[in-house]
């Protein structure tokens, strides 16, 4: 079960960093970062409603808090998504700009969210309230919490709703065209910069699921902790494929198996090793991941 | 007739470097009229700053204006003259979505239309009847057509977008003789049916034959223009442009 529950956080990581690069051939690097921001933006807002740390709150009752804070931390979060888009990433395409200053902006603005975040927060932790009254299940031998039944449900249905969007919709269409052809899109009378908000809003709003729910998972905050996660998930969706929904979410779920696989049987300072060791292997075996094709866009 | 289209004393540039140097020419209301010129000439390149596409591949507008109706429309952005102005470029190399399903490729273009399911609907039969082998062929990869039958798709993707206006940059690239007079008949019922069209060819013989009217355009300026038998008739033309 520890291992579905990692799996989702990689998953639902995975889906912003395979969406926005299926879309526009970009590695936000970033992503791992917005991530993090979600769980802080899931922090102050919890925080504001419940009351406590020092500050009064509003006083409502932890399930109210839930019921809220989950789509108010998707919306902040995919506000800073878009945020990066309109002032980082737009000016660049605009003016042609070659792939890897894109790529390298991304990583400078995750940068700069780690380090604006302990420039204004500080370097303390914050530990995230309660809002779920732990319930644990057991079924013959497993027992698992509802909130890790909660994680692994919300990456299924992430998954279902982002696989329907893509393939059935207008607009998922327009996604996939521009992956194809950037310049085809207007004179299909649509509006490209639409679309690619769209897809951040997506992206990024995902990271923020993730954020607040391994925020509850694990309720101790800190700038950094974007970092590796974000790193795990980016080679999660290499390692399926990236730019496809499903390899994104096969590659989350392998790695997280992979890490609980390792530690069962090793000592757990050998996870990382052996966990990426693995990955390696099948990146070896399989260039593209396991759902990528090679590709022949031309952009 | 109305004047659809209006360009005037059009400068282009790519960077610095000038490629129309101050064009003009008009396009009638339910007119075939065509631009001919040899590689390099611009032709390209005027129907491109015509649909104004983003940076970096499109040319940059320094002087004159274009009127769509009248209207300025350089201030439009590129999605706007395809869907509030009714316009179509059918681009040179066709540009389909390789990746979309033939289907998927027509509802795409469908993307910005507000007049109602059952309106797509009629106009996705009318392009099934125009272009039967895209009604066999809806479910492929549009990739794996044949140079034919993609061309067919990037002309049924812009009837799919309600053009009453389309720009058609070199149809008649790599179709065999018999498939290019398919086209061009079909063009043919499209204008009799009140479509305008800017038809832009290599092939000035066949492009003259169909146009109503003509412009020839030489290194960035235009060098000849009138009707069509004017121009078939003209000398220089002849020598030029119809081998003789
Ligand atoms: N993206 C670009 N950057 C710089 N120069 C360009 C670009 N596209 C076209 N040009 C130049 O502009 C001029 C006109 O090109 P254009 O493509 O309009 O020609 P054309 O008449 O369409 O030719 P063809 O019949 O070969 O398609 C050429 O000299 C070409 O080299
Ligand atoms: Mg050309």
Redesign the pocket.
């Known amino acids: 079960m520890n291992a579905l529950q990692f799996g989702s956080f990689y998953a639902l990581i995975a889906l912003g960093y395979t969406l926005v690069y299926g879309v526009l051939r970009l590695i936000n690097f970033a992503h791992g970062d917005i991530f993090m921001v979600g769980a802080y933006i899931a922090y102050f807002v919890a925080v504001l409603l419940l009351g406590g740390e020092g500050m009064s709150g509003l006083g409502l009752s932890p399930g109210l808090t839930l019921a809220i804070t989950v789509p108010a931390t998707m919306i902040l979060t995919s506000l800073v998504g878009v945020a990066l888009e309109r002032t980082m990433y737009r000016p660049l395409r605009r003016k042609g700009a070659d792939r890897l200053y894109v790529v390298i902006t991304a990583l400078m603005a995750g940068l700069m969210l780690e380090n604006g975040n302990l420039a204004l927060l500080g370097a303390s932790r914050k530990s995230f309230p309660e809002l779920l009254q732990k319930v644990i299940w057991t079924f013959g031998s497993v027992s698992v919490t509802n909130l890790k039944v909660i994680v692994i449900v919300a990456a299924l249905l992430v998954f279902v709703l982002l696989e329907f969007i893509v393939t059935k919709t207008k607009i998922g269409m327009a996604m996939r065209g521009i992956s194809y052809d950037k310049f085809a899109i207007p004179l299909m009378g649509i509006p490209l910069d639409t679309i690619i908000v769209f897809t951040f809003i997506l992206g990024s709003s995902m990271a923020g699921l993730a954020g607040i729910l391994f925020a509850m998972s694990y309720p101790i905050l800190e700038p950094y902790m974007g970092a590796l996660i974000g790193w795990k998930a980016f080679i999660a969706a290499v390692v399926g494929g990236i730019g496809d929904i499903r390899g994104a979410i096969v590659g989350g779920f392998l790695l997280g198996f992979i890490e609980i696989g390792v530690v069962a049987v090793f000592p757990s300072t050998l996870r990382d090793l052996f966990a990426f060791s693995v990955l390696l292997g099948i990146l070896w075996l399989k260039p593209t991941g396991l759902f990528g094709v090679a590709k022949t866009t031309k952009i | 007739m109305n004047t659809l289209l209006e360009v005037k004393n059009l400068k282009v540039r ?2 610095n ?1 000038e ?1 129309l140097h101050g064009i003009s020419f008009d396009v009638k209301e339910g007119e075939i009229v065509t631009l001919i ?1 040899a ?8 129907l491109l700053s015509i649909c104004r596409l983003p940076p970096p ?1 499109a040319p940059r507008v320094i002087e004159g204006d274009i009127l769509f109706k009248g209207q300025s429309i350089l201030n439009l952005p590129p999605h706007k003259i395809v869907s509030d102005l009714n316009m179509a470029l059918v681009p ?1 190399g066709r540009r389909i979505f390789g990746n979309l399903t033939v289907e998927e490729n027509l509802k795409l273009a469908t993307y910005a239309r507000t007049d109602g399911h059952e309106a797509i609907e009629r106009d996705f039969e009318r392009v099934f009847t125009l272009f039967a082998r895209l009604a066999e062929r809806k479910k492929q990869r549009s990739e794996s057509l044949s140079g034919g039958e993609q061309q067919m798709l990037a002309v049924g993707r812009a009837l799919m977008s309600k053009c009453s206006f389309i720009m058609l940059d ?1 149809p008649s690239m790599g179709l065999a003789p018999l498939l290019m007079y398919d086209m061009f008949r079909t063009l043919k019922v499209l204008n009799a049916e009140g479509m305008t069209i800017l038809l832009i060819e ?1 092939n000035a013989n066949l492009a003259l034959r169909f146009a109503h009217r003509g412009y020839v ?1 030489d290194t960035g300026e235009i060098v000849a223009q009138g009707t069509s038998e004017e121009l078939l008739a003209d000398p220089e033309v002849k020598k030029a442009y119809l081998g003789g």
Not at chain 2, 39 to 46: D, E, I, L, R, V
Request: hydrophobic share 20%; aromatic share 6%; net charge negative.
């Open positions: 790519y960077g470097i490629a010129g590689n390099g000439a611009g032709k390209s390149t005027t591949e040179e070199e290599q355009l």
